[in-house]
């Protein structure tokens, strides 16, 4: 350029330019990767996570929620800003990478774009520029005016995050500004020299500035030449070794968190990667006790949050007061990792995580307590971060150290000495069915050597001993019955599926639980089994081994309504208006979603309408996580909000699919002085009164 000097000829503090950049480089680059190679060590310290399989699966998932931004337009306003955003950087990045080396080589043009190319290209990055300035104005906008209320940090977890995030947007505005004033100067003056003119997008923000400068003399055209791209350098590199101590870490980490983040959600994490159950006696330590014990892909989740709260804002323990926000189960994490392994000097590791009389806990137990399992965090986050197997893995260490709640001791040696939690005799686990006058409508044997079936009715627990629950037990096996099933239950010979007692933590109970039924299904010989309790079928589905594929009720019953084999009668009160309540582990754990409607909208005169919340953004009924025996604090049940929405959708009746869900949404229903005017009824005990047909038994 001969009417602006060459960026690598200009001087400054009696540099030239080309060697005050080329420092600027050196200096930027080996900062960062210091930076970065001091945020791994924790992670070369934590626990072995094996996530190297299936690479085009992964690679799939990459394209899909890091490309493609999957996840981001579930939040209509903030992830459309993030699509922009996201794409804006993915543009620039070849422009930055290519302004970066001018610096120290004048001529240098990124190969591939040149001619008309490279006018294309600067044309479009032009526009990127513009809208990613745009969408860090409106963001700044946002976080300071707006302040939508998941942001928000509650005084218990700390000072707000409103400053350092909008220092961060500050600085992308800079760097788009410092980027398009370097594009603009040079226009200009190419411009005033009458060369041929490098054409700027028109009304962008490149454009907008050159307008501005039309009239500015060289040498100050030269200058500003100059400075923008000292300022766009400076920032450039600031904010990349800036980013590893905040929420923008996840610029970094996001594409490698996504390509190893888990494939198969639904399955629990094992109590240590590559030490099968039969050699789980070798492990000396379960679960998480220390920030170490955490695997090192969970560790990259904590670099990897952006702090968006959508987790927590989906979350229901958060929803009703209870102490958990998942959002600061990470944000907490990473702050501990931040100061235990500090970029200067040595870290310093194992201080007790959950652990409330050593002041270096960073969780409360009752934190840990609060989580139903739901899942919704994990349905929620953009970047595929994980709670659930965090959580489950806190509370193996906290088991380990025989820190249990006081009421769920009880129903914990109940399950080791009964098989159940409620204590009950193993003989009275098939009364609901033995029942004299229940016999007569519909005989439902008891498998053994001599009695075979086909398919196993496998109840569990609670539909197996809570008389409410039995109704739902007695709807299933009339059902089965009804349909031409030959079925049969384990009765005595069936224990808790241990579903609860695994994501609380105690996995030897569990193992003991599952063997035994394991044993018992392969005895009976059944090739198929059904149960009504999603627990249960997600239990039996990933968490037992070589068991007959399982299904659940509602999936049996749509099926034989497509089949023509279940008609319906007509609903007698047509007044009455129906909403289906996604269980927790029958929607987002297992995805079945429209099995249940299907079933409800083949029922003549049925009126459904859909909650705010449903399907995957089901709101949880608070029963997840053996929750029915522990009581955490709480401003309001989760139960009761639930009832709520029903409530404000404008229906009366509530229909789920989950005998747990029913204990907590019919007692939420009088809790809410909703009683009389709402009802709850199971999928199963709906389908059996409105079936059109005698009892064939
Ligand atoms: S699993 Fe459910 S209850 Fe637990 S942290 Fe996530 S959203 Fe909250
Ligand atoms: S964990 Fe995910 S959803 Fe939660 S704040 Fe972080 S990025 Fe957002």
């Known amino acids: 350029m001969e009417n602006i000097q060459a960026l690598a000829q200009m001087t400054s503090w009696l540099l030239t330019g080309r060697i005050l950049f080329l420092l600027i480089h050196i200096l930027g680059v080996v900062g960062f990767a210091y930076i970065v190679a001091k945020r791994l060590v924790p992670l070369f310290r934590g626990n072995r996570d094996l996530r190297f399989n299936r690479p085009l699966v992964r690679l799939g998932r990459v394209l899909k929620f890091w490309l493609g931004q999957w996840k981001q337009p579930r939040y209509k306003t903030a992830g459309t800003l993030h699509i922009f955003i996201f794409a804006g950087f993915m543009l620039l990045a070849l422009r930055a990478f290519s302004v970066l080396i001018v610096g120290v080589s004048e001529n240098f043009v990124m190969p591939g774009l040149s001619g008309r190319a490279g006018s294309t290209y600067n044309t479009i990055t032009d526009y990127a520029a513009t809208i990613v300035f745009l969408c860090m104005v409106i963001a700044v906008i946002r976080r300071l005016v707006f302040k939508p209320a998941r942001y928000a940090v509650p ?5 707000g995050h409103t400053v350092d995030a909008v220092f961060l947007l500050s600085l992308i505005a800079i760097l788009m500004v410092a980027d398009s004033l370097f594009a603009a100067a040079r226009a200009a003056a190419q411009s005033q020299a009458g060369q041929p003119l490098e054409v700027l997008a028109a009304f962008s923000l490149p454009w907008m500035l050159q307008s501005a400068l039309a009239s500015t003399s060289l040498p100050t055209l030269g200058r500003l030449y100059f ?37 198969d959600r639904e399955i629990l994490k094992p109590v240590r990667w590559g030490v099968s159950d039969e050699h789980l006696d070798r492990v000396k330590s379960f679960g998480v006790k220390t920030f170490e014990d955490f695997t090192w892909k969970h560790m990259l989740d904590f670099y990897s949050c952006a702090d968006c709260g959508r987790c927590s804002d989906n979350c229901p323990a958060n929803a009703v007061g209870r102490p958990l926000s998942p959002r600061f189960i990470t944000v907490k994490a990473r702050d501990y990792s931040f100061q235990h392994y500090p970029v200067l000097g040595r870290g310093k590791n194992g201080t007790a995580l959950v652990v409330s ?17 739901c899942g919704a965090c994990e349905q929620e986050c953009p970047l595929l971060i994980e709670y659930i ?20 001791q009880k129903p914990l040696k109940a399950l080791e000495s009964r098989g159940n939690p409620y204590g009950k005799m193993e003989k009275k686990k098939a009364d609901w069915a033995n029942a004299k006058e229940f016999q007569q409508i519909c005989r439902v044997k008891t498998l053994d050597s001599r009695n075979g079936a086909d398919t196993l009715y496998f109840v569990d627990s609670i539909t197996s001993y809570d008389d409410r629950m039995q109704a739902i037990g007695r709807a299933t096996a009339k059902i089965l019955d009804h349909v031409g099933e030959k079925f049969g239950i384990l009765g005595a010979a069936e224990r808790d599926s ?14 003991a639980l599952r063997d035994h039924n394991a044993d018992a299904i392969k005895a009976s010989g059944v090739r198929r089994i059904v149960t009504a309790d999603p627990h249960a079928y997600n239990a039996l589905k990933h968490d037992y081994k070589d068991v007959p594929p399982v299904e659940h009720i509602s999936q049996v019953i ?84 639930r009832v709520k929405m029903a409530a404000e959708a404008g229906a009366n009746v509530i229909v789920t699919a989950c005998p747990f869900c029913m204990v907590n949404i019919e007692d939420a229903i009088k809790v809410a002085g909703l009683d009389g005017k709402m009802t709850a009824i199971d999928l ?11 009892c064939t038994t």
Not at 389 to 408: E, W
Not at 498 to 511: A, I
Not at 684 to 694: F, H, S, T
């Open 155 to 159: 005084a218990r977890y700390g000072k």
């Open 227 to 263: 400075g923008a791209y000292l300022l766009h350098e400076v920032t450039f590199y600031f904010l990349l070794c800036y980013r590893p101590f905040g929420i923008q870490f996840h610029v970094e980490t996001s594409f490698f968190n996504i390509y190893f983040a888990k494939l």
């Open 357 to 373: 009389k050593d002041s270096g806990s960073i969780y409360s137990e009752d934190e840990i307590w609060s989580c139903t399992t």
């Open 389 to 408: 197997d965090k959580i489950v893995d806190l509370r193996r260490g906290m088991v380990d150290d025989g820190n249990v709640p006081q009421s769920l």
């Open 498 to 511: 241990g579903h609860e007692v695994r994501r609380f933590g105690e996995e030897t109970l569990f193992m």
């Open 558 to 641: 749509a099926r034989e309504v497509r089949a023509g084999k279940i008609k319906f009668n007509p609903i007698e009160n047509e007044k009455n208006v129906y909403t289906y309540h996604d269980p927790c582990y029958l929607g987002r754990h297992n995805h079945i979603y429209d099995d249940p409607r299907d079933v409800l909208d083949a029922i003549p005169g049925l009126k459904r309408v859909e909650m705010s919340r449903s399907r995957d953004r089901s709101f949880c009924c608070g029963g997840g996580g053996l929750m029915l025996f522990y009581e955490p604090k709480e401003d309001e049940r989760m139960g009761v909000k």
């Open 684 to 694: 199963a005990e709906l389908v059996d009164k409105q079936i059109a047909r005698e």
